[in-house]
């Protein structure tokens, strides 16, 4: 998937969430999604953190504690057994 893009509003209340489909060829496989950031701060989220494919998993930002400035972060998706994983 391409990437995801969030803007907020110093003091702002937090953009809405955006999905991202996790799907599998073959068999349905547990997943896990985690997230990374360049800043270690927990201004980026998914929910659920684990499910089976095909799912739904939002992403979320609130940026509302970081200092004006541009962000980036990684979605991590791992399930044992995809011949891909991590993701």
């Known amino acids: 998937p391409g990437p995801l893009t969030f803007t907020q509003i110093q003091g702002g209340t937090p953009p ?7 799907s599998s060829s073959g068999n349905l496989l547990t997943y896990t999604a985690t997230v990374s ?13 684990t ?3 095909p799912s739904t998993i939002a992403v979320s930002v609130n940026g509302s504690s970081l200092p004006v400035g541009s962000y980036s972060g990684t979605v991590i998706i791992q399930a044992q057994g995809a ?5």
């Open 37 to 49: 950031t360049l800043t270690g701060a927990n201004w980026l989220s998914v929910n659920p953190a």
């Open 83 to 87: 011949g891909n994983s991590p993701q």
């Open 16 to 22: 809405a969430a955006q999905n991202l489909e996790i």
């Open 51 to 53: 499910n089976i494919t």
